[in-house]
């Protein structure tokens, strides 16, 4: 599925532009989806002078942040004697400091970010692709005739979603696997392995049951989260969200999250703890009002499922007078939360935060502007007869040139002395 997400980052930057009066320049994954380094790339092509003298927005908010990895990862660098620049950076320029984009919160990894130079910025980036991805929720008018108590979309099961086999084998433990309407996928979209062949980051998650034999199967890759089957939820009292993070400290919701709110369905949330009051802090509501949400303050993830499992087993095993009221409840609530959802008051929150948290950043990053660095520095790389070079030859307005880097020292001079 083809996912336009650069008229995103098209909004992001006129958002950025706007506040700084000036140019930002923009670096995305692209392909989206990618979490290669070298797909880091700039979103307008710009010359290099005026990437060098413009504050940079390195755009890491759809995927959950890996300071480590993108610390030590190895970069193709050209010429050879140019020194790579660290994680996903593609040119130091007139700043000290850049800005970094992302969507999680209460995480080590924006601490780590923040110590080092990039100045976080905080948005809930999955809400406003939600709003554009399930668009047409809202006009859709839910006719239930449930089959079965519980919706799951158990898919992609790598990286920090692991704990979605042992979720699987835990439900067939407890005799749930037939009140669930999902599936299992044996073989790992993204490594094309089968979760026996895998090594397992927690090995806590790994069953010792043959999933296969208890589920139907499914090949679904894990950018299906993007989209939804309206019979799914006609047949279903409640979804059960198996989010991103789960095993892990942050907040990192994706639109998996937002999926059943925009379907106007009851949900429970397997995420990372304080997920819910998460949610509520955006103006939703949830069900602990029907059914025990304590799961949600959990720390230790196995107890976390647990919970959650139990919690789904109790719900299973209301009888009807019960079942029929609570839910009720629940659609109401689950109707609020839909209209509040597609509600330019949600919008305009969500907008509203990146505007705010921008500003506070671009005024952090003008401070760190540095000429004397900049100049000290190409002064050193000059000095080498390669760079030198390759600098005097090179025609490429998209790379530095001899021209551009006289052009910006004549510049500095003129402001300094100004």
Same mark, same amino acid.
């Given at each position: 599925?083809?996912?336009?997400?650069?008229?995103?980052?098209?909004?992001?930057?006129?958002?950025?532009?706007?506040?700084?009066?000036?140019?930002?320049?923009?670096?995305?994954?692209?392909?989206?989806?990618?979490?290669?380094?070298?797909?880091?790339?700039?979103?307008?092509?710009?010359?290099?002078?005026?990437? $060098?003298? *413009?504050?940079?927005?390195?755009? !890491?908010?759809? %995927? /959950?942040?890996?300071?480590?990895? &993108?610390?030590?990862? +190895?970069?193709?660098?050209?010429?050879?004697?140019?020194?790579?620049?660290?994680?996903?950076?593609?040119?130091?320029?007139?700043?000290?400091?850049?800005?970094?984009?992302?969507?999680?919160?209460?995480?080590?990894?924006?601490?780590?970010?923040?110590?080092?130079?990039?100045?976080?910025?905080?948005?809930?980036?999955?809400?406003?692709?939600?709003?554009?991805?399930?668009?047409?929720?809202?006009?859709?008018?839910?006719?239930?005739?449930?089959?079965?108590?519980?919706?799951?979309?158990?898919?992609?099961?790598?990286?920090?979603?692991?704990?979605?086999?042992?979720?699987?084998?835990?439900?067939?433990?407890?005799?749930? $696997?037939? *009140?669930?309407?999902?599936?299992? !996928?044996?073989? %790992? /979209?993204?490594?094309?392995?089968? &979760?026996?062949?895998? +090594?397992?980051?927690?090995?806590?998650?790994?069953?010792?049951?043959?999933?296969?034999?208890?589920?139907?199967?499914?090949?679904?890759?894990?950018?299906?989260?993007?989209?939804?089957?309206?019979?799914?939820?006609?047949?279903?009292?409640?979804?059960?969200?198996?989010?991103?993070?789960?095993?892990?400290?942050?907040?990192?919701?994706?639109?998996?999250?937002?999926?059943?709110?925009?379907?106007?369905?009851?949900?429970?949330?397997?995420?990372?703890?304080?997920?819910?009051?998460?949610?509520?802090?955006?103006?939703?509501?949830?069900?602990?009002?029907?059914?025990?949400?304590?799961?949600?303050?959990?720390?230790?993830?196995?107890?976390?499922?647990?919970?959650?499992?139990?919690?789904?087993?109790?719900?299973?095993?209301?009888?009807?007078?019960?079942? +029929?009221?609570?839910?009720?409840?629940?659609?109401?609530?689950?109707?609020?939360?839909?209209?509040?959802?597609?509600?330019?008051?949600?919008?305009?929150?969500?907008?509203?935060?990146?505007?705010?948290?921008?500003?506070?950043?671009?005024?952090?990053?003008?401070?760190?502007?540095?000429?004397?660095?900049?100049?000290?520095?190409?002064?050193?790389?000059?000095?080498?007869?390669?760079?030198?070079?390759?600098?005097?030859?090179?025609?490429?307005?998209?790379?530095?040139?001899?021209?551009?880097?006289?052009?910006?020292?004549?510049?500095?001079?003129?402001?300094?002395?100004?």
């Amino acid at each position: 599925m083809s996912i336009p997400l650069d008229r995103l980052y098209h909004f992001i930057e006129s958002v950025a532009q706007d506040i700084f009066q000036d140019r930002v320049v923009i670096y995305r994954f692209y392909p989206h989806g990618s979490k290669n380094v070298e797909d880091m790339s700039i979103l307008k092509e710009e010359d290099w002078q005026t990437i $060098q003298l *413009s504050p940079s927005l390195y755009c !890491n908010d759809q %995927e /959950p942040l890996d300071y480590d990895y &993108y610390r030590t990862v +190895e970069r193709k660098v050209w010429p050879p004697t140019f020194l790579p620049w660290p994680h996903f950076l593609k040119n130091r320029t007139t700043y000290n400091k850049v800005l970094l984009l992302h969507s999680e919160k209460q995480s080590i990894n924006v601490e780590k970010y923040q110590q080092d130079q990039f100045v976080p910025v905080y948005w809930w980036s999955h809400a406003v692709l939600a709003l554009d991805w399930f668009r047409y929720a809202q006009h859709v008018k839910l006719k239930k005739h449930p089959k079965k108590t519980f919706l799951v979309y158990n898919r992609a099961w790598s990286g920090t979603r692991e704990y979605r086999l042992r979720f699987a084998e835990i439900l067939i433990h407890i005799g749930l $696997q037939n *009140s669930c309407h999902t599936t299992v !996928n044996p073989i %790992e /979209p993204e490594l094309g392995i089968h &979760y026996d062949g895998h +090594e397992f980051k927690n090995l806590a998650w790994r069953p010792q049951t043959i999933l296969e034999d208890h589920f139907p199967t499914n090949e679904t890759p894990s950018h299906y989260s993007a989209n939804f089957d309206i019979n799914d939820y006609n047949a279903t009292d409640i979804e059960v969200v198996l989010e991103t993070l789960f095993d892990d400290g942050r907040i990192h919701l994706t639109e998996k999250s937002l999926r059943p709110i925009a379907l106007a369905q009851p949900f429970i949330l397997a995420a990372t703890a304080g997920s819910l009051e998460y949610l509520r802090s955006y103006g939703f509501k949830t069900f602990g009002s029907i059914w025990d949400e304590s799961y949600d303050l959990i720390t230790d993830p196995e107890q976390r499922l647990y919970a959650i499992t139990d919690l789904m087993a109790q719900i299973d095993n209301w009888g009807p007078p019960v079942r +029929e009221k609570k839910l009720a409840e629940a659609r109401a609530i689950a109707d609020y939360n839909q209209q509040h959802f597609f509600s330019n008051a949600f919008f305009n929150l969500i907008t509203g935060e990146l505007t705010a948290n921008l500003t506070t950043a671009l005024v952090d990053v003008e401070f760190t502007k540095n000429y004397q660095a900049w100049q000290d520095r190409w002064e050193q790389l000059l000095s080498d007869p390669v760079v030198l070079e390759y600098i005097t030859n090179t025609t490429d307005v998209v790379n530095p040139n001899l021209a551009a880097i006289n052009n910006i020292k004549t510049l500095i001079n003129h402001r300094l002395n100004s």
